[in-house]
């Protein structure tokens, strides 16, 4: 049995991308793992949401976290900022995070690039932060997506130059993981990159999404006028409609389009009806577990008294030891 650990923002409901990438390998691990599933509060401050926004979406990620099948029985679920011992690891560990690696980091210069008018110290220091995270319970098994294979390669780095540097062997190597072994990226609709909350309107499939509303954005994905030449190399918002497909439909029907495409009879409309009607399918069990649980104002506030009654023993054992390590003693 590993000990795991992973969490996701509170920015808005949870999208597809979340779900292959990070949720449905917190809801298989739970059954074997010592897990730890949290939501980053914390790391959501970077982009400044109003305390409603904040409290709203915090409630709504434990919501779907609990209908898309995590039991608060089975792994830990907490709001990171109900452990406050994650900022002090936090803090320390930003004693040994080097400016110049903090800047090459390549989610930093993405959101320089995003948000240029706010470029603050949490920003540049968020992978110390998602370090403390995971090295808070002395995590091994990180379960994430591809966008997050560089923090862990960070965490590894802060978690050995701990040790050397305090001579001891006491934080482990975490590493990022999926089941399939590759770490995935989901595609968003809109063309380019990967399906985001931030990657602009209709881009994202969110599990709570109306049939109507999924429809909707399934048909605006970007597409266009069809290949030429029989075999011929998928440009990139049509990789990202097979992809999205693979993930959602039967194989079969992959195949067939994959077939009509090759074929250059393939016509996306077509597809992408199918493909809307696949997401629905996919989405329906989510939807309504959702709303009931939603509805269900004493057992969400339950559930988030035991994970943080949790994930404070464990992380109070740490940091007591991680105190000691440092050299802070009490006289
Ligand atoms: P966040 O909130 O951006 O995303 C949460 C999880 O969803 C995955 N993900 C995706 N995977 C595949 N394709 C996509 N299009 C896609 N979009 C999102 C992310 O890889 C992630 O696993 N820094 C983290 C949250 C975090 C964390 C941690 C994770 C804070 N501390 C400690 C693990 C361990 C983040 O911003 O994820």
Redesign the pocket.
Known sequence: METV?????P?GNL?L??Y???LRNFISMQNEHNCYFFI?DY?SLTTHPTPGDLYGNVRQVMVEYLAAGLDPEKCTLYIQSDVPETAELYLFLNMNAYIGELERCTSFKDKIRQQPQNVNAGLLT?PT??AA??LIHKATK???????EQ?LEMTRQFSNRFNRLYNVEYFPEPKAFNFGNEL?????LNGTG???KSEGEGNAIFLADEPEAIRKKVMKAVTDSGPTEPNQAKPEPIQNIFQLMKVVSAPETLSFFEDQYNSCNIRYGDMKKQLAVDMVTFTEPFRDKIKAISADNDYVAKVMRLGKEKAHESAAKTIREVREIIGFKSF
């Open positions: 650990v992973s969490g996701i923002r920015t999208h991308g979340n292959f990438g990070a980053a790391h968020y932060l998602m995270d995971i990180v379960p994430v997506g591809k966008d997050q923090h995935v990226k989901i595609p968003g990967k399906m985001g």
